[in-house]
């Protein structure tokens, strides 16, 4: 079952509606504006975890961005590589 949905109104320039509207697809303007509106929230959430887990324990070093990158990185060519049990 769906959630139940309501109607906005929002407000934006011209060119941005029209730029939406080209990309939207046969879902639509409003599936094209929800899904950026929910992923802008993911990203807002995101932020707030990591302000929460710096704050705690201090902010992330360029080297342990590098580090992580680098393991998800590995992680994604296992995961497509088939001689590694990968997709």
């Known amino acids: ?3 139940p949905t309501q109607t906005y109104s929002i407000t ?3 060119e941005i509606a029209e730029a939406a509207r ?3 697809g046969p879902a639509g303007l409003s599936a ?4 950026a509106v929910a992923r802008q929230i993911e990203r807002d959430n995101l932020s707030e975890l990591i302000a929460v887990a710096e704050a705690e324990h201090g ?3 360029a ?3 590098q580090r992580n990158r680098a393991r998800l990185g590995r ?3 296992e995961q497509n590589d088939p001689g ?3 997709a």
């Open 12 to 14: 934006m320039s011209r």
């Open 63 to 65: 080297e342990e961005i």
């Open 84 to 86: 590694t049990g990968g």
């Open 75 to 77: 992680s994604r060519e």
């Open 22 to 24: 080209a990309r939207s």
């Open 1 to 3: 079952m769906s959630e």
């Open 59 to 61: 902010p992330i070093t």
């Open 32 to 35: 094209y504006v929800v899904a």
